[in-house]
């Protein structure tokens, strides 16, 4: 075995304890991912090729990185100086010690889980429920296996310690733990790491790789070089449904059969060493941390290309990784290192395209890369649109204008950079619409004609419009409102709609009596004047008597009958002016109904002989009728000389 390093554990067994808490960490992440409806497991994660480093400038206790774990915008790195926590992305850290409850300032391994942080220190464990603000320390005396904790993944309320004592697990909060060894089936009592998929449980050790089928009650499955290991000393293991990294001394093994087999990956695959200290995968893109360098493959492990000081990295001895959103972070023992890559811009596609001038068009685009929300700006040159989203998906809609063939780009935009994609948009243009009618109905007409505007490639009329031969006219019968959708050739179209009334008819119906008269006699006049076409008047009505000097009529405004006839003076003006006697009456009449009015005076025939004429007029207009063929009526007196 070889020597401590300033007190830390020693180096084969540090630096895949801190790769293994890192790997772990990511996976307690990818859990926590699908609970929150992220399956992290097919989303590929972030690669860039240009690192800063964070160091003891930036407030870590200590250069040496042993681990590192993120959730938003907090980053946790375990150091062989206490736990760094940054609340601003890594930009800044603030040291945790034992003066905080921390076990140890040897810290190997960390991960946290909302406000719940595990530090993994060469004293115990230790457990902040503050965010970690403050910590609690966990030691053999409540069952650890070990003071000397290499690693920490929590399952729910199940808790996995990787110690170098066996693997400690609590199911009660941590309150107390239950230790497994090489009795119980691991291959040794030295565990760097450990990682469950549900009952599943994945154990990285001294002497291979054990596995548990029953939520680590028994292992029965010891995975060696005979099984395909680089290696029986395995640093890391990570798992993403069947497919399975180990992490060993001599390269990265990866198994697609759930840790049945294995197939070894080296220096030959492109790892910048073979000494894996842990391993950690999003998708297809596979990060290996080594005695090297950072090696990231993004096809799933089949090749890798590695990064070193040369990149940024704080140092080539590389003791975990984690990626979040567009943000590597790198554990070397040089440093926190980090990059961030630009978001990615992917199918950016409009519909419906073509598109009408008018209508909504609709864009999305998967956007990837970005740690948390992003600006967006959409345009066309004459129209945009822009706001900020977190979506992983974007998806906006605006109304289609102008028209031809319209270049669309969309610029997505983080504190990284930006990504541009652009799609081509025909936009027609649509026809004009407009309809009119021929006028109202009235009698004696009892159609109207529809009349949409020309040049249409079909015209499409509202229910109760017949239309004329396919034509752009349509024949209604009945009031309404009415429309018509006209569409072009290019199949865009456009709707107008007109309101069909229906006006009032009035007639005149005049009675003369008595209609003979023999010297000096009282006379009557009364006129109805009755709606004949079932529609309410709407405006003033007037009526117009001829005068006659032999028979001046006056009218009396409280009467209610005359000459045996029933009046409704009470409703009418009367005003008088050459020529004629005028009645005009503001309130509405009611659809087929009737309402009259009386003029009395006395016929002096004098020495002649004679008919009189009298006749009422309904002024065109009135109540609102455009029917003037039928507003005259007239009654005759035959008079005598006495």
Not at 31 to 41: C, H, S
Request: charged share 10%; aromatic share 8%; with cysteine.
């Amino acid at each position: 075995m070889q020597p401590s390093l300033m007190g830390l554990p020693p180096i084969n067994k540090l630096r895949p304890v801190a790769s293994r808490l890192t790997s772990y960490v990511c996976l307690s992440l990818f859990l926590l991912g699908l609970l929150t409806n992220r399956t992290w497991a097919q989303t590929n994660g972030p690669t860039c090729g240009s690192y800063a480093n964070r160091g003891t400038a930036n407030g870590l206790g200590t250069d040496l990185i042993t681990g590192i774990y993120a959730q938003g915008s907090t980053v946790y790195a375990a150091t062989g100086g206490g736990l760094g926590i940054s609340t601003d992305r890594g930009q800044s850290f603030a040291s945790k010690t034992t003066i905080d409850g921390l076990g140890s300032n040897v810290v190997t391994g960390v991960y946290a889980l909302g406000s719940t942080v595990y530090a993994a220190t060469d004293g115990g464990l230790s457990i902040s429920t503050n965010g970690g603000q403050s910590f609690a320390n966990k030691t053999t005396i409540d069952g650890l296996g070990s003071n000397s904790v290499y690693g920490v993944y929590a399952q729910g309320s199940t808790v996995y310690v990787a110690t170098a004592g066996g693997l400690s697990i609590s199911t009660d909060g941590t309150q107390s733990f239950d230790n497994k060894t090489a009795t119980d089936g691991l291959g040794d009592d030295v565990v760097y790491s450990v990682y469950a998929q549900g009952s599943t449980v994945y154990v990285a050790t001294d002497d291979g790789l054990s596995i548990s089928t029953d939520g680590a009650q028994s292992f029965t499955i010891i995975k060696t070089t005979t099984d395909g290991l680089g290696d029986n000393v395995v640093n890391g293991v990570y798992a993403q449904g069947s497919t399975v990294y180990a992490a060993t001394k001599k390269g990265l093994s990866i198994s697609t059969d759930g840790g049945q087999s294995f197939a070894n990956k080296t220096t030959i695959d492109g790892l910048s060493n073979n000494f894996v200290t842990g391993v950690y995968a999003l998708g297809s893109t596979v990060y290996a941390t080594t005695a090297g360098g950072l090696s990231i493959s993004t096809n799933g492990g089949q090749h890798f290309t590695t990064y070193t000081t040369a990149n940024g990295l704080g140092s080539n001895s590389v003791n975990g990784v984690y990626a979040l959103g567009s943000t590597v972070y790198v554990a070397t023992t040089g440093g926190v290192s980090l990059c961030s890559s630009p978001p990615t811009l992917i199918n950016l596609s409009a519909s419906p395209n073509p598109v009408c001038a008018g209508l909504p068009l609709s864009f999305s685009a998967g956007v990837g890369s970005t740690p948390g929300s992003y600006s967006y700006v959409l345009t066309n040159g004459s129209t945009s649109l822009n706001g900020s989203t977190s979506s992983p998906t974007f998806s906006q809609s605006l109304t289609a204008s102008g028209s031809g063939l319209q270049t669309f780009t969309l610029t997505v935009s983080t504190s990284e950079g930006s990504a541009i994609a652009t799609v081509d948009v025909t936009v027609n243009v649509s026809p004009v619409a407009s309809l009119t009618a021929s006028g109202p109905l009235a009698t004696p007409n009892a159609s109207v004609t529809l009349t949409a505007s020309p040049g249409a490639t079909s015209y499409t009329f509202s229910t109760g419009a017949t239309q004329v031969n396919s034509s752009n006219t349509a024949i209604v019968t009945t009031p309404g409102l009415y429309s018509v959708t006209l569409t072009g050739s290019n199949g865009c179209s456009a709707t107008a709609i007109t309101t069909v009334i229906a006006v009032a008819d009035l007639t005149p119906i005049l009675y003369a009596r008595p209609s003979t008269v023999y010297a000096n006699t009282p006379l009557t006049v009364v006129v109805d004047v009755v709606e004949i076409d079932s529609v309410a008047t709407s405006g003033l009505i007037t009526v117009k008597v001829t005068k006659d000097a032999k028979a001046p009529l006056s009218f009396d405004g409280s009467l209610t009958t005359l000459g045996g006839r029933s009046i409704q003076n009470t409703s009418w003006n009367f005003t008088s002016e050459d020529g004629y006697y005028v009645l005009t009456s503001s309130q509405p009449l009611g659809g087929g109904a009737v309402r009259s009015f009386g003029l009395s005076g006395l016929l002096s025939p004098g020495a002649t002989s004679g008919v009189l004429t009298v006749s009422a007029t309904v002024v065109g207009g009135s109540g609102g009728e455009v029917r003037i063929t039928n507003n005259v009526d007239a009654d005759k007196v035959d008079y005598f000389q006495q």
